[in-house]
């Protein structure tokens, strides 16, 4: 077996710079030339079947099924133009990933194939929608399941196939995807928002929710990774004892690109370009072969759309480059693992962002009044909020030194929170005369003076406020953005209508607008300054304290999940028609069986590689110590050969030891496995993977790093972490 680390070491130097002959020397000259965008649009479609599709995207009407058959006839026209043999519908499943069925555009008609593609097919496919995640809404045997086009979402061409983005429902019209209640939330934000912008702009008429991702990977040489079961079957190292030098010396972070990952990077850029993802920065990362990418931000539905597909590019194009690309959050022990932080804004038809604090008075009160809003929503979900990013590998990721914690706090910068302190003391109610009233208004003047570029940012923080947006940090890598967005739109969406409604309730008893706003906003500052933290979220002071302020620290995934079933998150996900009753229990029920199904393949990967590849080397090893003992006895007197052979002997107990340790731990693990297999309830099943189970691979994996380190180098079977971290 160690034949084939070599193996895999040599053919990983043999990889060399792979160049891309560029399109053009602009992107801008081949920016978006695969997708179906509103220029093609307007080329290829009639203007009615054009203003359908727009309507559609900005206005949310419906597409007649008479005009999608003309839409659907340009979207073919052009697609066979480009070269497009097949069409798919594109949806996101609640799997790690997209899924599509592609069909031919060769149709027979009289006799003879033509390429054909009406409005039906643009509109509605039939994917098997029990062969996907369904929490129980459908059974093995009741296979129909139905994919509709989302219009607000362009098609694009990928590898001669036209590629429409879709929502996944099944045949009793259940949501079987993220987009379906991403779609729902972002429809109840956008009206939530906009009723209460009308207070300061009777021209809003609709609200975007935007977002700017970035995106964390590691690049790791494919012969390599291929030498390394674990990887292949878990996209993460479930043993590995620490490179001598990893991270700590930070000289990876922001240094010069690697030629061999510029080209990578270069390449999956142009892919990205020509399907209208606009990225823009690159650079290394903390951990040694980690790196990112970011986009410029977009309306959030496209956002996630597009990162899923960079994702899915990113993969594709690492091939020609020799590359396996990981988005796991922690695949690697010991150093930084890789989050997917989301950049969320809310900005107005009018062009107006709302968290951009403003230049008087008024834009700085409407600007404080959605700041405050989504303040008070995170701290009164902030278990929901957790549960949309709890996962098997975000679990590794979250409370770790280089990750947000599991405590759900907002971080708003000094200035601004001194602001909000100032508004709390200030008791607007008890306040008597015009002069008080203006003396507190000026201070709002101020926010832009002193909030614009003032506001530091804090890394610790899993939701902190970046100037002009909030950034959510704690989602997971390798995460469908969707899944947080959709808690995050629809908790905001509540509480901006709970607000509406308390302060039209003190206007219509004859209180000003102006204060019953303030009034308003000061409450909602009071209750929900427990979530606000300024301070380094990994210390163990903050635990302390979150604690004391009653804040949740919930680290294990199962047990953060279960908030999609409280009260509360029932009422505020049934009630906003994000989900129904069914749905909900269904998502939840689909979210613990993964994480139950990750940790039994990784308990099973694990069990694999300590029994059937490290035991039989250590012994091997141990093997090679002992006939060299032997040898040594024959050469050498008593008292020669106990201080000639002493260390050997010694590290033959060790190993023995190890080895005895390892056996025994599988052994137990794969029984404590066989106890939670047999539990009825998946949250039972998840309790027993996570507490019962998991808790072995940290004892294994011990023994392993320790028999690495023992281990003859050229007959250890496995890629080290210095190979795979510093080979690029």
């Known amino acids: 077996m160690a034949i084939i680390r070599f193996k895999a070491l040599e053919e990983s130097f043999s990889?060399?710079?792979?160049?891309?002959?560029?399109?053009?020397?602009?992107?801008?000259?081949?920016?978006?030339?695969?997708?179906?965008?509103?220029?093609?649009m307007q080329k290829y479609l009639s203007k009615q079947a054009y203003r359908s599709v727009v309507d559609a995207i900005d206005k949310g009407t419906k597409i007649d099924r008479i005009i999608g058959n003309q839409v659907a006839d340009g979207m073919r026209a052009w697609a066979l133009e480009h070269g497009a043999t097949h069409y798919t519908h594109w949806f996101h499943p609640l799997t790690d990933g997209t899924a599509e069925k592609h069909d031919a555009f060769l149709e027979r008609m009289d006799n003879t194939y033509i390429e054909t593609f009406d409005g039906n097919q643009l509109i509605q496919a039939e994917p098997d929608a029990s062969s996907f995640p369904s929490g129980g809404i459908r059974n093995t045997f009741e296979a129909r399941g139905y994919t509709a086009w989302d219009p607000s979402s362009p098609a694009f061409i990928v590898e001669k196939t036209l590629v429409i983005p879709t929502v996944f429902i099944s045949y009793t019209g259940e949501a079987l995807d993220y987009k379906t209640p991403l779609l729902k939330s972002l429809g109840v934000l956008d009206r939530a928002a906009t009723d209460v912008c009308k207070y300061f702009d009777p021209n809003v008429t609709k609200v975007n929710s935007n977002i700017g991702w970035e995106q964390e990977y590691f690049l790791i040489d494919e012969s390599l990774y291929n030498a390394r079961p674990d990887l292949v079957l878990t996209d993460r190292t479930l043993m590995g004892h620490a490179s001598a030098k990893d991270q700590q010396l930070e000289d990876h972070y922001f240094s010069s690109i690697p030629m061999r990952v510029a080209w990578f990077m270069y390449d999956f850029e142009v892919e990205a370009y020509k399907l209208g993802i606009p990225v823009k920065t690159r650079h290394n990362e903390v951990a040694p072969n980690q790196f990112e990418c970011a986009p410029i931000f977009e309306e959030a539905n496209l956002a996630i759309d597009h990162n899923q597909l960079i994702m899915d590019v990113m993969k594709k194009v690492a091939q020609r480059h020799h590359f396996k690309v990981l988005f796991h959050e922690k695949p690697f022990k010991g150093i930084n693992g890789s989050g997917k932080h989301n950049n969320w804004s809310m900005a107005t038809n009018t062009g107006v962002n709302l968290f951009q604090p403003g230049k008087d008075?008024?834009?700085?009160?409407?600007?404080?009044?959605?700041?405050?809003?989504?303040?008070?929503?995170?701290?009164?979900?902030?278990?929901?909020?957790?549960?949309?990013?709890a996962s098997a590998g975000n679990e590794h990721r979250l409370g770790a030194n280089e990750a947000p914690p599991a405590i759900i706090s907002v971080f708003l910068g000094k200035d601004l929170n001194r602001l909000l302190d100032d508004i709390e003391k200030n008791d607007y109610e008890k306040m008597a005369g015009t002069d008080k009233k203006k003396e507190?208004?000026?201070?709002?003047?101020?926010?832009?003076?002193?909030?614009?570029?003032?506001?530091?940012?804090?890394?610790?923080?899993?939701?902190?406020?970046?100037?002009?947006?909030?950034?959510?940090r704690a989602v997971g890598s390798a995460a469908n953005c969707g899944s947080a967005?959709?808690?995050?739109?629809?908790?905001?969406?509540?509480?901006l209508r709970q607000f509406k409604k308390e302060v039209d309730d003190e206007v219509a008893k004859g209180v000003e607008l102006d204060d019953a706003l303030v009034r308003n906003i000061r409450k909602y500052i009071i209750q929900s300054k427990a979530v606000r933290f300024e301070g380094n979220g990994y210390s163990q002071e903050w635990v302390d304290e979150a604690a004391r302020r009653g804040l949740k620290n919930i680290t294990n995934a199962p047990a953060a999940l279960k908030a999609y079933l409280s009260k509360q998150s029932e009422h505020l996900l049934i009630s906003n028609k994000i989900f129904s009753e069914k749905e909900l229990e269904a998502r939840y029920e689909v979210l613990v069986e993964k994480y139950v199904k990750k940790i039994q393949i990784e308990s099973r990967v694990l069990g694999d590689l300590a029994i059937n590849h490290i035991v039989p080397t250590a012994i091997r090893y141990q093997t090679t110590l002992i006939e060299n003992v032997r040898g040594l006895k024959e050469l050498y007197d008593h008292e020669d050969y106990l201080a000639t052979a002493g260390d050997m002997l010694e590290t033959i107990k060790v190993i023995s030891k190890h080895v005895t340790n390892i056996k025994t731990k599988v052994h137990d693990m794969i029984e404590a496995r066989k106890v939670a297999n047999h539990l009825e309830s998946s949250a039972d099943k998840a309790d027993a993977y996570s507490l019962q189970v998991k808790p072995y691979f940290e004892d294994i994996r011990d023994d392993i790093d320790r028999l690495e380190l023992i281990i003859d180098d050229e007959i250890w079977t496995l890629p080290k972490y210095r190979e795979l971290l510093f080979i690029r």
């Open 15 to 40: 990889h060399r710079p792979f160049e891309v002959q560029l399109p053009s020397a602009k992107p801008s000259d081949y920016f978006g030339i695969n997708v179906f965008d509103r220029p093609k």
């Open 440 to 472: 507190m208004m000026l201070e709002f003047a101020k926010i832009p003076s002193i909030l614009l570029d003032n506001t530091d940012r804090n890394r610790t923080s899993p939701f902190a406020f970046t100037g002009n947006r909030f950034e959510f």
């Open 485 to 495: 967005m959709i808690l995050l739109n629809t908790a905001i969406a509540d509480q």
């Open 361 to 389: 008075y008024h834009s700085n009160l409407q600007f404080l009044t959605f700041l405050v809003n989504t303040v008070a929503a995170v701290y009164k979900h902030s278990e929901l909020l957790l549960a949309g990013i």
